[in-house]
């Protein structure tokens, strides 16, 4: 079965990055391709790691996190340990965004509030004068 490859510009288009965000995540060892001369040449297996990391970063998981979880399927292939860590990864992350949540809703309250007692206090500003 013959090997499926592609450029950094194939990926760029098909994962709507830019060439430079496919470079960082080889900066990081997420991808590793080979060289064509002076042109990189991603394998299947770049393509799924790259496709993970894009999807961990919409996830709003940090980069460390990502390579973990990426590297895992470069395990043994017992999927098991792999779901536990994942499930685990996106409770804990889960748990950081609800309380982000409640900060973000506490802090629009308090906003109102003082917008309320802005316009009370222009309101009496404009009668005594």
């Not at 990081?28 to 990189?40: C, E, H, L, T, Y």
């Not at 998981?61 to 999927?79: A, C, W």
């Not at 506490?106 to 309101?123: G, H, M, T």
Request: aromatic share 6%; charged share 30%; net charge neutral.
């Amino acid at each position: 079965m013959p090997t499926k490859n592609w450029t950094i510009s194939d990926l760029a288009r098909e994962f709507d990055v830019t060439p430079r965000t496919i470079r960082f995540y080889e900066d990081q060892g997420i991808v590793s391709p080979s060289r064509d001369g002076r042109n990189r040449v991603y394998a299947t297996r770049d393509r799924t790691r790259l496709k993970l990391a894009l999807r961990g970063k919409r996830l709003g998981l940090q980069l460390s996190e990502i390579r973990t979880l990426i590297d895992m399927y470069d395990g043994p292939g017992d999927t098991e340990p792999q779901l536990r860590q994942y499930l685990s990864v996106l409770h804990q992350h889960r748990e950081t965004l609800a309380q982000q949540r409640r900060d973000i809703d506490d802090a629009l309250s308090e906003i109102e509030v003082q917008e309320r007692q802005c316009e009370v206090l222009l309101q009496q500003l404009q009668r005594s004068t």
